[in-house]
């Protein structure tokens, strides 16, 4: 089976055309965006880029795999996106807006309870004028 995160490279390969945009994109050396396609062209069986210059372009088998992974990549953010809409547990940072005269008397007790509650939350209050 191909690698999800794999395709994911690939189809930025294919949108970006440059290993150094895709390997910024990512966060990793454009060595490891390499090792990367070799390790899907593997998966695939099939060479998927080429050199051309100083860059790599896709082969046809590899804009084939390209134009594939949209619909496999949506699917999943589908799925994904089901399966988070029904956790009903908050997540996420929380700004709590509050006056300073409010800071200690409502927003503090507010922000401890909202973490004992909801682990996964991450509230922080912020000073804000009463406008």
């Known amino acids: 089976m191909l690698d999800v995160k794999r395709m994911v490279i690939l189809r930025d390969l294919a949108e970006h055309s440059r290993v150094t945009a895709v390997a910024d994109l ?11 396609l070799r390790a899907l062209e593997a998966e ?13 372009r896709l082969t046809p088998a590899g804009a084939a795999l390209a134009a594939a992974c949209e619909p496999v990549l949506a699917a999943l953010e ?11 547990e908050p997540i996420g940072d929380l700004a709590v807006g509050c006056a300073p005269s409010a800071l200690a008397t409502v927003a503090a007790p507010l922000v ?20």
């Open 44 to 56: 695939a069986g099939a060479v998927l880029v080429e050199k051309d210059g100083r860059g790599l």
């Open 112 to 131: 401890a309870e909202l973490a004992v509650r909801h682990p996964r939350l991450r509230p922080r209050i912020v000073q804000a004028d009463p406008e």
């Open 26 to 36: 990512h966060g990793v050396t454009p060595s490891a965006v390499s090792q990367q």
């Open 78 to 88: 589908r799925a994904e996106g089901a399966v988070r809409a029904l956790d009903t």
